[in-house]
């Protein structure tokens, strides 16, 4: 089974209620820190469901 589409990582995924949430700081925060830290232009999370890419 590939890791897109094993079950518990999927139900994990759902049960942090981040897929189509608004925008949360405390990410926003991270990726910043991240881009500055390795001199990214551009730092994101991503969420990978089933059948989707959440950024």
Same mark, same amino acid.
């Given at each position: 089974?590939?890791?897109?589409?094993?079950?518990? *990582? /999927?139900?994990?995924?759902?049960?942090?209620?981040?897929?189509?949430?608004?925008?949360?700081?405390?990410? +926003? !925060?991270?990726? *910043? /820190?991240?881009?500055?830290v390795i001199g990214?232009?551009?730092?994101?999370?991503s969420l990978v469901?089933? +059948? !989707?890419?959440?950024?």
């Amino acid at each position: 089974m590939t890791t897109t589409t094993d079950p518990e *990582r /999927l139900s994990s995924l759902r049960a942090t209620g981040l897929l189509d949430s608004a925008p949360e700081e405390a990410f +926003d !925060r991270i990726t *910043r /820190l991240v881009g500055k830290v390795i001199g990214a232009p551009v730092a994101l999370v991503s969420l990978v469901d089933s +059948d !989707r890419q959440f950024f």
